[in-house]
């Protein structure tokens, strides 16, 4: 009999500690922080780590918790968020991409305008005008941005280009594709491409190369239509670009991707300034030696940036602080403690250019010049909403599948009028 | 304290005296019945089917509900919209390309699951020596997630030629099987899922190998000895008195593999993610949900799912129920 009791209260005992724990996380005391992000990879963790120390110093007694979900590049951590927003139960601050990745937040009320912050902190005077421009919604500002990417790159091994006597990576897709050629005939890849994402991702440059930026934004504002002219020509570019890459065995991640470029198996790969970071610290490549970059085919003075930013969620617990941390955020000083640790530049332009050297170095001094046109990218939530970048997602794997080209462009027009 | 003479707990018995044919704890009164017969198994049950009743069929019931309504975004609407998602999602190409790779994918899976799982239940149960590791190395895999083997057999199953060939290709090239190179699950072909069932059936014909070596054992010995007595050859015995004892163990292994190969997602999500043509509903239902937040076309894609499973495990309750009935 005592044996059975004993059972009974074990499990008691043990529901008990299991109902303690669960207290613990959610009845939350009142200075505390919950700050949730997509940030557990290599440099970003540590950057966040840096950010949050900061913010606790500067705010004595509030402890900063970390709500960060790995995977999926942000995928996994997006699900969970959605189920939380939807809940009613959000973190005090959350991550999105700038842009109109945090369409749907807005429309739904789960953010707050945070515009009267940009005045107070002075954020409009420091971030550049194509920023702001991409930052805002519905007129309103409802993110600070803490960094930037750039995706309009290619990068390439100059030792490869040396051997296959190419004087240098091409200006346009076309002297690429003339390039291509060349480069088959010597039994290389002209082109690594990884998962479908990547795909897409040079789908952008190709637009944005193709169209130049004014008309790259206005396909994604809706006023030309995918079936025009110009886009179907754009298009046309596109699925030879593809031809001549390795779509068919395409790698499994954009490591792998760049890796073949690296190795020398193939010769360009278009990705974003990640892949920058990448090679320098788990490949010990140096830039402008081991490896080297330039603004895509058609695209040099544009910047095609995307960016992380934190918002301030409807409901959260305390307000006050969501805000001083998103002060952290868009500060000089925050910026400059994460961006140096994660590999991108700061979104500020006012940051200390010192603390960026080698790529970061050329990054921040394009990102600074005034004659520099910015535009958001596709493939990481700015210029599109979700629906229509999912939607986009599944033609896109249909074009690359059965190469319907006329079938994708209709699909996309229509999905834009849809999604809207 | 003097103790009543009556006192149940003592019953003076004497060797004169006839055995008493009552036990003393039959002496003991029973206890009440308070309420029904049913009453305390059902109340000892209550909580789990509370539970599953909310968390199981509540959740189903909502589910089902919100593939009838237009709810899309971080706004839910309830609006009844009638089986307007059911026809457009018959119209969806990505979908139609999803159910036939699912098809595809389902028979070549469990079939060789079945095959291999049999043949290697068949091998242990000649008796091998260190029969226990083999059955180890042969479960192991099942322990593994689904992602870390998605991870591995990314690399086995890389399609890169020339320099940039990798895992099975490299391994067929150094052995001088050239013409056993495949771009596997990358092929341009709508078999490429295919490819997909060799990590699937990695993971889970030791399961299966498990499930008919039970059912193997599970034969009494005293039948094969009679069998042998009477002259049976071995492949004798083994197609007419093991066979017909193995049939519901057949038939659980086929469904188990049926169900888990309808909801295979995390295996093709960690494989190649995007690839249309490994896609299936389940890898859909949680992209257009998640990334499009299109929550009607994913509760529409989950209700489709949810039908197949019931049309596979349906027939096997009622199965189950008639036996047990016997």
């Not at chain 1, 004595?60 to 970390?66: A, E, L, Q, S, W």
């Not at chain 1, 409802?142 to 200006?171: D, Q, S, W």
């Not at chain 1, 868009?330 to 500020?348: C, D, V, W």
């Not at chain 2, 690399?155 to 190179?181: C, E, H, I, P, Y």
Request: hydrophobic share 45%.
């Amino acid at each position: 009999v005592w044996k059975g009791r004993l059972t009974i209260l074990s499990l008691v005992l043990v529901s008990v500690l299991a109902a303690l724990s669960m207290c613990n996380i959610r009845g939350a005391s009142n200075d505390q922080l919950e700050v949730y992000s997509w940030w557990t990879g290599p440099g970003e963790e540590e950057g966040l780590a840096a950010m949050a120390k900061s913010f606790e110093s500067a705010n004595p007694g509030v402890r900063f918790v970390n709500a960060a979900v790995s995977g999926g590049a942000g995928s996994n951590a997006k699900a969970i968020l959605a189920s939380r927003l939807l809940a009613n139960d959000p973190p005090d601050s959350y991550q999105r991409h700038a842009g109109l990745e945090l369409l749907d937040d807005v429309r739904s009320g789960k953010v707050h305008d945070i515009s009267d912050l940009y005045q107070q902190q002075g954020w409009v005077k420091v971030f550049p005008k194509g920023l702001l421009q991409n930052l805002t919604i519905d007129g309103k500002l409802y993110a600070v941005p803490v960094n930037i990417h750039r995706a309009n790159l290619m990068f390439f091994n100059p030792r490869t280009l040396k051997e296959l006597g190419i004087a240098a990576p091409p200006k346009t897709w076309s002297e690429f594709l003339a390039q291509a050629a060349t480069i088959k005939s010597k039994g290389k890849v002209a082109l690594a491409v990884g998962p479908e994402w990547t795909q897409k991702h040079l789908l952008e440059t190709v637009l944005l190369g193709e169209l130049g930026a004014d008309k790259y934004e206005q396909l994604f504002a809706g006023q030309i239509g995918w079936l025009s002219p110009d886009v179907t020509a754009a298009l046309d570019v596109y699925a030879k670009v593809l031809a001549v890459s390795d779509v068919k065995s395409a790698a499994g991640d954009w490591q792998p991707q760049v890796d073949r470029v690296a190795s020398g198996s193939a010769v360009y790969a278009v990705m974003g300034d990640w892949a920058s970071s990448y090679l320098e610290s788990s490949k010990k490549l140096q830039w402008r030696d081991g490896y080297d970059v330039v603004a895509s085919p058609g695209t040099d003075g544009v910047y095609d940036f995307l960016s992380d930013s934190f918002t301030l969620p409807t409901g959260a617990r305390r307000p006050d602080l969501s805000r001083k941390w998103l002060i952290e955020c868009g500060s000089a000083e925050g910026q400059n403690l994460f961006n140096p640790l994660k590999g991108s530049i700061p979104a500020r332009t006012d940051a200390d250019a010192a603390l960026y050297q080698g790529y970061l170095g050329w990054a921040l001094q394009q990102w600074r010049d005034p004659k520099t046109r910015i535009v958001g990218s596709l493939t990481h939530g700015v210029v599109a909403n979700n629906a229509y970048n999912a939607e986009i997602d599944s033609a896109l794997g249909l074009f690359v599948q059965s190469g319907d080209q006329g079938k994708f462009a209709k699909t996309a027009e229509q999905q834009f009028r849809e999604t809207q | 304290v003097n103790l009543p003479v009556h006192s149940p707990l003592h019953t003076p018995r004497h060797s004169s005296e006839p055995v008493s044919t009552r036990t003393p704890r039959k002496q003991r009164k029973p206890r009440k019945q308070i309420g029904p017969i049913w009453g305390p198994g059902l109340l000892l049950v209550s909580p789990s089917l509370i539970l599953i009743g909310i968390f199981v069929y509540g959740f189903l019931g909502w589910n089902v509900r919100v593939s009838f309504s237009n709810w899309r975004g971080l706004t839910p609407s309830y609006d009844w919209v009638g089986l307007d998602n059911y026809t457009s999602l018959w119209h969806d190409e990505r979908f139609r390309g999803d159910v036939r790779n699912l098809i595809v994918f389902t028979t070549v899976f469990v079939t060789g699951a079945l095959v291999l799982g049999f043949f290697m239940a068949m091998l242990l149960d000649k008796g091998v020596r260190g029969e226990g590791f083999f059955r180890g190395v042969y479960l192991f895999p099942m322990a593994i997630s689904f992602i870390a083997t998605a991870i591995v057999w990314r690399w086995l199953m890389d399609n890169g030629s020339g320099q940039d060939t990798a895992g099975l290709n490299k391994l067929f090239a150094a052995v001088g099987l050239d013409f056993l190179r495949s771009d596997w699950h990358k092929s341009n072909s709508m078999w490429a899922i295919a490819a997909v069932a060799l990590p699937a059936g990695w993971a889970l014909s030791g399961y299966v190998m498990a499930l008919f070596l039970a059912g193997m054992r599970g034969v009494n010995e005293t039948l094969r000895e009679s069998a042998r007595l009477d002259g049976a050859s071995e492949t004798q015995i083994f197609w007419h008195v093991v066979r017909p004892h193995l049939r519901p163990v057949t038939f659980s292994a086929l469904l188990i593999m049926v169900h888990i190969s309808l909801k295979t997602f995390d295996l093709l999500y960690a494989l190649d993610q995007g690839n249309l043509r490994i896609d299936t509903p389940s890898l859909y239902m949680w992209f257009t949900t998640f990334d499009g937040g299109f929550y009607d076309r994913g509760a529409t894609i989950a209700t489709v799912l949810l039908l197949g499973v019931a049309l596979v495990v349906g027939p096997y309750v009622w199965f189950t129920l008639r036996t047990e009935r016997r």
